[in-house]
């Protein structure tokens, strides 16, 4: 039956293998119990209880064609997002996309398992297609308050998303950057300087797509500036006090010569 074609009902003389059957069977009996009762009722005439008893039962079963909707309609989602899942997670490890931590330089190898990066993006692709049939299934259950809550969560994590992705094509430009550099036979200082320079720019644009607040951006980023150019001040500071000082006494020998040569 359709057990042994979901996968189940292996053993015929065991009675848990038959879940789906036995669901659809208990279903039917209580379905037949609560006619069967409302019958009672109209006999005996109880017309108040019988009528309230009545309503109930219409709005159960007004609601049940759309349950039974919204219960297709994530049984469809959940199976498609199963099979993206698996084919997003087959062709980014072809592609040797668990390679990209060590690229950016966050791993020394790569990572394998469930936390590789093509098991996360597979792991994210269902969410996002079980979000969107959550979407659909509250909008056919008239539960607009969870759709519209659903729908701001996966516009953020969209979000979310694309940020982390202007970041990490930041990190790539950044040491991709940073290699030309050093073939060329560049200063260390230098590179560092470049790819810093660059990093933080992604990080500055990565954040701006997730949606923050522009004002908090710039006030970080001025933040940062003030303190960079603060410690360069303190450092020329304390690296030229002894230039200062002998560029002072220069003023002054030349001063007090020109102050005789007057007199």
Do not use: C
């Amino acid at each position: 039956g359709i057990d042994k074609r979901l996968g189940k009902g292996k053993d015929p003389q065991d009675e848990s293998q038959y879940p789906v059957a036995q669901g659809a069977g208990t279903v039917v009996f209580w379905v037949v119990w609560i006619l069967f009762i409302l019958a009672i009722l109209q006999v005996l005439g109880v017309g108040g209880l019988f009528d309230s008893i009545v309503v109930i039962f219409e709005r159960i079963f007004a609601a049940i064609p759309h349950i039974i909707g919204a219960a297709v309609i994530l049984a469809i989602f959940y199976f498609v997002g199963r099979l993206l899942a698996k084919l997003a997670t087959k062709a980014l490890t072809k592609i040797r996309f668990d390679e990209l931590p060590v690229k950016l330089g966050l791993a020394k190898k790569p990572i394998k398992g469930a936390g590789s990066p093509s098991n996360v993006v597979g792991y994210t692709t269902m969410v996002f297609m079980m979000l969107f049939g959550i979407m659909m299934a509250a909008d056919l259950l008239g539960f607009t308050a969870v759709r519209e809550l659903i729908a701001v969560l996966t516009q953020f994590l969209g979000l979310i998303i694309l940020g982390v992705v202007i970041i990490g094509i930041g990190i790539l430009v950044a040491n991709f950057v940073a290699n030309i550099l050093r073939a060329a036979g560049r200063s260390e200082s230098m590179i560092s300087l470049v790819k810093i320079s660059i990093i933080v720019l992604s990080v500055v644009l990565g954040i701006r797509a997730m949606g923050f607040a522009d004002d908090l951006i710039l006030l970080g980023f001025g933040l940062a500036l003030g303190a960079a150019a603060l410690a360069a001040a303190i450092a020329f500071g304390l690296g030229g006090r002894e230039v200062a000082g002998e560029l002072l006494a220069r003023w002054t020998k030349t001063g007090s010569r020109r102050g005789k040569t007057e007199d």
